[in-house]
């Protein structure tokens, strides 16, 4: 056996294939099938998650010693910083959150503790470990299922106590055990060819009670102790309910996979998933620099405090164990358009030591964000449209026209990246898709006529396209 199998931290059953097989070249072209642009942005984080895969194949001794390199992207709204850490994620399969850094307050003060982000991210790593076994014990729950509603569909005859002879008796049974057998192996076959999917069965749904409130606060912001106590007492209620075939085969399915699964195991998995493949997007990190003599920014200079320890490495408890953050990848982004990064406290400054500028967007990417992903904004309205039996024909001076009033928007007001394209196609098809129910079948070209005909008199107007793109 390999030291790197020896080794690897990540408990039977963590989806961490995708990690393994990805180079960075592989990842940034993987990334530029989304993202346009930003080539420095996505080279960075391409090395940070290689780096995670290399880390897994050294000693345990070495492991320890090693730091993920965190890294902080700088760059306006809308240029792509939030998409490309959710789909690095997505490609590796990682444990993902993305919070706002000014949601957080200062221990002591009313809101969120930073401590959150970690409980957070453990309950993601949950749900990716239970998806993963779930493919483990699939065939057993559906064999499983199958048998529940064959048990409900034709239950057991039920038996009397009386019979003439002891011979006699005996026949008869035997007889009714021979022809139930008979008429449960049809009922079966007739199940699996799906000829039953419109039979109604009642099955029992279990409820928990929904979780208790208490001055604003959620359960999962309670002491730990406190919060297990409170599940255990809370009653669990049992309603029996009529289900067609098809729909009760899914809730039996999750019946079974849950009765089949190791919550233990899972929760011990998730949690060395989320200790070393976990990824912490902490977006708006420019938001928590204090200004000069406003009062109401007392607590951001906590928060920031707050943050450090976490970022450099601490344990942190959460309902299902402690939870170290030694090794979780942090990116933090910001806009830094008041502030500099240099404005941060020193210590966690010292803790994003790689940053990465993402560029504004050019009219060139513009059109290139219309035209290139596979899931375009032009792909998803032409979509959107064809289920109303209007075809619309994006042609490619209309495009350049879009890209360029987007541009041109941007430059004159508040630039807001790509966001911006979103504002501009809604309104440009305002009318369209009002009207679409009505015209049946048709074929609409967006072209640059029709472009300037709808948007030009708002484009030019800067009160207007203040409030209205």
């Known amino acids: 056996m390999s030291s790197a199998t020896k080794t690897n931290p990540s408990a039977p059953g963590a989806p961490q294939h995708s990690m393994k097989s990805m180079t960075p070249k592989e990842i940034v072209a993987a990334l530029d099938r989304h993202i346009i642009g930003q080539a420095d942005a996505k080279r960075a984080v391409s090395i940070a998650m290689r780096n995670r895969w290399r880390r ?30 959710r789909r690095l994620a997505k490609l590796t399969q990682a444990p993902f959150i993305k919070v706002e850094a ?62 003439p002879t002891a011979n006699e008796g005996e026949d008869q049974e035997s007889t009714v055990t021979d022809s139930f057998e008979r008429t449960k192996s049809k009922m079966k076959k007739m199940l699996i060819d799906g000829e039953l999917e419109n039979r109604t069965v009642e099955i029992t749904i279990e409820q928990k009670a929904s979780p208790v409130m208490m001055g604003g606060m959620g359960v999962e912001q309670m002491d ?42 899972i929760n011990s998995s998730a949690i060395k998933l989320a ?25 951001r200079q906590g928060v920031q405090r707050d943050l450090l320890p976490i970022v450099e490495g601490t344990s942190v408890q959460t309902k299902h164990g402690y939870v170290k953050t030694d090794h979780i990848l942090f990116i933090a982004a910001g806009a830094f358009h008041r502030h500099q990064p240099s404005e941060l406290m020193p210590e966690l400054q010292g803790r994003f030591p790689i940053r990465v500028e993402l560029n504004d967007l050019t009219k060139d990417d513009f059109v290139r964000i219309l035209t290139e ?11 959107l449209l064809q289920t109303e039996g209007v075809e619309l024909e994006f042609t490619n001076d209309g495009i350049e026209e879009l890209a360029s009033i987007a ?3 941007n430059q004159s007001t508040m630039n807001i990246g790509a966001r911006r394209l979103y504002t501009i196609l809604e309104r440009l098809l305002e009318e369209l898709s009002y009207e679409a129910p009505d015209m ?17 008199e708002v484009a030019q107007d800067e009160d207007l396209s203040r409030y209205i793109l």
């Open 275 to 299: 200790e070393n493949s976990g990824i912490i997007f902490l977006d708006e990190i420019d938001k928590v620099i204090a200004s000069e003599g406003k009062s109401a920014d007392v607590s």
């Open 224 to 265: 730990m102790d406190f919060q297990g106590m409170l599940e255990k007492i809370m009653p669990t209620s049992h309603t029996k309910k009529e289900l067609p075939v098809s729909v009760a085969r899914n809730v039996i399915f999750d019946q079974e996979c849950d009765a089949l699964l190791d919550d233990d195991k």
């Open 102 to 163: 000014t949601k957080y307050t200062e221990v002591g003060y009313y809101g969120r503790d930073v401590e959150s982000m970690v409980r957070e991210l453990v309950d993601n790593a949950i749900a990716l470990v239970r998806t993963s076994e779930r493919e483990t014990v699939k065939q057993m729950a559906q064999e499983r299922t199958n048998n529940r509603l064959i048990e409900l569909l034709c239950p057991n005859p039920v038996k009397y106590e009386f019979s």
């Open 440 to 456: 049946k079948m048709g074929k609409v070209s967006i072209n640059a006529a029709y472009v300037r005909d709808r948007l030009a």
């Open 407 to 409: 541009f041109q928007v």
């Open 373 to 383: 992903p596979k899931s375009s904004l032009t792909r998803q309205y032409t979509a």
């Open 56 to 85: 897994q194949q050294l000693s345990e001794e070495m492991q320890q010693e090693v730091s993920p390199k965190n890294i902080m992207m700088i760059g306006s709204t809308g240029v792509g910083k939030t998409e490309i850490a």
